[in-house]
């Protein structure tokens, strides 16, 4: 072939991408069911418009839909077949009950746990592992959990009373939760409350790794290429995926530990009144595989670990900030549990309304999972917000609209637990765990370790912040949880009980 046909077969090529470019535009900006709807030009052309929010912004995406509803309004095209909505009224529609909304795999496959209860995108599917995996998280499962949960709680306060230094709270907590669910999904406490300054390896790579979350989801192709590149040029992706490797390598230690327990038939059933959940699975289940394991393994310490505790670091900020509700809390806790050897329990704990309306405004204010969660409409499509949304388009609503609006919560980011006094009402629209057939697993486990850590923590220890400002928590990079940019919580312990 002469060298000017190779460069005619060059031209038509570039000739037809050219045109086939052209008309995808033409087609998302005119054609589409979605062309109706207001958004930016470019965020109806291309993905990659979100993406750059996501990844390479890092972790702003959720900040930047909020600029476009107040220009564009209350429903805005936020991609070339997504739609996202900032009306807490649609947020009940689409994780509603009846569960006609699915999970949206393009979103859902970068956490890597597609066999997990979480990561399961078929509804059958998904209600039956949620059937299997609930016993383990029922309310009463995890009362039996109470002297656990308690037991890390116990050991934390401890420590914080020992130290003369102040105390990193970002990891403190982090440590007690990752204990407290390694504890009850391998029967061994991964010893993170043990680690100097709290720095336990796991938590410091699930915090490296998970920056690493919207390259997976928007940049698939570029994971297998980033050992070979060169530091200068991937050297933070490499150490965000030695991170992401460290962390799947002790899930998967554990889970064959688990195997190997059960193949032995080990009788070592029982830890302080409870069974290990994967002990307890294979002993009903011995056919479950590795990979279905590790998935839901992988899930649970990241959903297990942080939620908690982002949602302490923010209501104790608040707490510790705010005197009159840190002494009306105190007052509360000291007439419900008189005595320095008073050993508050949850269901005592949840009669006390102050500290219920508490963690509901930590709850609020930290938001939980803080990413639009997005869903595909079915087949028949749906009404949503007076409009009628074709089928397979995404939609798409983020707990921070919900728990910010200013109807429901009028002052939203000023922490008033008063106002989930005034309003039984309210409770409805605190999504932090989210809604409807898939909404968080460990939902029971979480209220459990809210109480124990406030009603244990503010009964037993005087405490103060360190250098705290508001500035350290009004903003946050989206991973799915917040990574708030300020400084670390830091609390020293004046007193203990």
């Known amino acids: ?27 998302r900006a005119y054609l589409h069911p979605l062309s109706c709807f207001p958004g930016p030009r470019l965020a109806a052309w291309t993905p990659l418009y979100k993406a ?20 564009y309004g ?15 009224r649609v947020y009940h529609k689409i994780f509603s009950i009846s569960g006609q909304f699915t999970k949206d795999p393009s979103f859902y496959s970068c956490f890597g746990v597609g066999m997990s209860t979480f990561g399961l995108m078929d509804p059958e599917q998904a209600r039956l592992s949620r059937e299997l995996m609930s016993t383990y998280f029922s309310r009463r499962a995890v009362l039996q959990l109470e002297s656990v949960i308690q037991s890390k709680v116990d050991k934390l306060i401890q420590l914080l009373s020992s130290r003369e230094n102040p105390s990193d709270m970002f990891y403190a907590f982090r440590c007690a939760t990752m204990d407290i669910i390694t504890t009850y999904c391998f029967q061994s406490p991964l010893g993170c409350l043990d680690s100097d300054n709290f720095k336990a390896p796991l938590l410091t790579d699930i915090q490296t790794a998970v920056s690493l979350l919207w390259t997976m989801k928007s940049f698939p192709w570029i994971i297998p290429v980033i050992p070979f590149l060169p530091t200068y040029l991937g050297g933070r992706l490499q150490e965000q995926c030695q991170a992401f490797l460290n962390v799947q390598s002790f899930v998967n230690t554990a889970i064959s530990v688990v195997q190997q ?103 609020r204010m930290s938001h939980g999972f803080v990413s639009p969660l997005p869903r595909v409409v079915g087949p028949l499509g749906a009404e949503l917000a007076g409009h009628q949304i074709p089928p397979k388009t995404i ?22 637990p008063e106002r989930w006094l005034e309003s039984k009402d309210l409770s409805q629209h605190l999504v932090a765990f989210s809604k409807g057939p898939r909404m968080c697993l460990g939902l029971n486990m979480a209220w459990a370790e809210l109480y124990a850590f406030f009603g244990t923590m503010f009964l037993k220890l005087d405490m103060v912040l360190v250098d705290a400002s508001p500035d350290d928590y009004a903003d946050f990079h989206d991973y799915f949880i917040p990574i708030h940019t300020g400084k670390n919580l830091h609390i020293q312990v004046t007193q203990s009980s």
């Open 1 to 27: 072939m002469t060298l000017g046909a190779t460069w005619s077969i060059c031209a038509y090529s570039l000739a037809f991408l050219s045109l086939w470019l052209v008309l995808v535009f033409i087609r």
């Open 52 to 71: 750059y929010y996501e990844a390479i912004k890092g972790g702003q995406w959720v900040h930047h839909v909020d600029k476009l509803h107040e220009a």
């Open 74 to 88: 209350d429903v805005v095209r936020v991609g070339p077949n997504e739609l996202h909505f900032n009306d807490y």
């Open 261 to 363: 327990n059960a193949a032995l038939q080990d009788t070592r059933k029982v830890l302080q009144g409870i069974a290990g959940v994967f002990d307890c699975l294979l002993e009903r289940f011995p056919s479950l595989g590795a990979a279905r394991l590790f998935h839901e393994g992988l899930s649970l310490i990241q959903a297990g670990s942080d939620p908690v505790a982002n949602t302490c670091i923010v209501g104790f900020f608040h707490v510790l900030r705010n005197p009159s509700i840190h002494s009306r809390l105190k007052k509360e806790l000291q007439a419900a549990f008189p005595g320095p050897n008073a050993k508050p329990g949850w269901t005592e704990l949840e009669r006390i309304p102050y500290l219920t309306a508490i963690l509901k405004e930590s709850l």
């Open 395 to 416: 939609v798409s609503i983020s707990a921070v609209s919900v728990h910010n609006h200013r109807d429901l919560f009028p002052e939203p980011h000023r922490f008033r």
